[in-house]
């Protein structure tokens, strides 16, 4: 029985490739709209969580602001979200794409927080003895020590919207999901389809991350092997 399952497994995997081959535009173009999506969401998440996160973390302020954050974002499902966003909204991109926003903010903005106010005071210290202004010692120091646990916020915001994303079909927002729910039009294949690019969409986008913070992280911070690509997000408590 369980060669059978393992057989059947491998070939509905089989099968699924074949669905891509044979609907290669269509799935291009399903993958481009949830790249879409998914970009705005991050960009817009970006712009709301690190400023803030790193003004705060600046200021040694806020801990309260970032920490309830984060427990409140994860507390709100994405679909409640959604289905609320339909009355206010409408159906569309624009109702999904805050719905991933309220989703990626909450790591974003505690690693930022955290990732700045956790900075070595000494270094810090020995930054403004040497005649640094506030403004220097931030974007000198604090930020460039902050960079790898704050992109494990940002890392771990993008792969939340990628893969969350699928709830677009529910709201006409477009993208994969359209594919992974609507198994009367595409088959158990095309479901398989649309989840194997998925996948493949988080870790490109998880590995696309990785490589703009190694390059970002100062020479003397940056370790070695895989354990920097698995950084985990800052837990709120």
């Given at each position: 029985?369980?060669?059978?399952?393992?057989?059947?497994?491998?070939?509905?995997?089989?099968?699924?490739?074949?669905?891509?081959?044979?609907n290669l535009h269509?799935?291009?173009?399903?993958?481009?709209?949830?790249?879409?999506?998914?970009?705005?969401?991050?960009?817009?998440?970006?712009?709301?969580?690190?400023?803030?996160?790193?003004?705060?973390?600046?200021?040694?302020?806020?801990?309260?602001?970032?920490?309830?954050?984060?427990?409140?974002?994860?507390?709100?499902?994405?679909?409640?979200?959604?289905?609320?966003?339909?009355?206010?909204?409408?159906?569309?991109f624009i109702n999904?794409?805050?719905?991933?926003?309220?989703?990626?903010?909450?790591?974003?903005?505690?690693?930022?927080?955290?990732?700045?106010?956790?900075?070595?005071?000494?270094?810090?210290?020995?930054?403004?003895?040497?005649?640094?202004?506030?403004?220097?010692?931030?974007?000198?120091?604090?930020?460039?020590?902050?960079?790898?646990?704050?992109?494990?916020?940002?890392?771990?915001?993008?792969?939340?919207?990628?893969?969350?994303?699928?709830?677009?079909?529910?709201?006409?927002?477009?993208?994969?999901?359209?594919?992974?729910?609507?198994?009367?039009?595409?088959?158990?294949?095309?479901?398989?389809?649309?989840?194997?690019?998925?996948?493949?969409?988080?870790?490109?986008?998880?590995?696309v991350f990785a490589?703009?913070?190694?390059?970002?992280?100062?020479?003397?911070?940056?370790?070695?092997?895989?354990?920097?690509?698995?950084?985990?997000?800052?837990?709120?408590?």
């Amino acid at each position: 029985m369980g060669e059978d399952a393992g057989g059947l497994s491998m070939h509905s995997i089989i099968d699924a490739f074949q669905f891509i081959g044979d609907n290669l535009h269509f799935m291009l173009t399903k993958t481009l709209e949830h790249l879409a999506l998914s970009g705005a969401a991050i960009a817009v998440s970006l712009i709301i969580a690190i400023p803030l996160g790193v003004t705060l973390g600046h200021q040694h302020r806020g801990s309260f602001l970032a920490i309830n954050a984060s427990n409140i974002g994860r507390a709100l499902p994405s679909l409640a979200i959604i289905s609320i966003g339909i009355g206010i909204l409408g159906i569309g991109f624009i109702n999904v794409m805050v719905a991933m926003v309220v989703l990626a903010v909450p790591p974003m903005l505690t690693n930022a927080y955290v990732a700045v106010d956790g900075v070595d005071p000494d270094a810090v210290e020995a930054a403004r003895a040497s005649g640094m202004s506030p403004r220097q010692v931030l974007w000198r120091v604090e930020i460039p020590l902050a960079i790898p646990l704050m992109f494990a916020g940002i890392r771990t915001g993008a792969v939340y919207v990628v893969a969350t994303a699928t709830l677009a079909a529910i709201a006409g927002g477009g993208g994969l999901g359209d594919v992974i729910v609507n198994q009367a039009s595409y088959g158990t294949r095309g479901v398989i389809a649309g989840a194997l690019a998925v996948t493949a969409l988080a870790f490109l986008v998880e590995g696309v991350f990785a490589v703009i913070q190694r390059m970002l992280t100062p020479k003397a911070l940056r370790r070695e092997g895989p354990a920097d690509l698995l950084a985990p997000v800052v837990e709120a408590t």
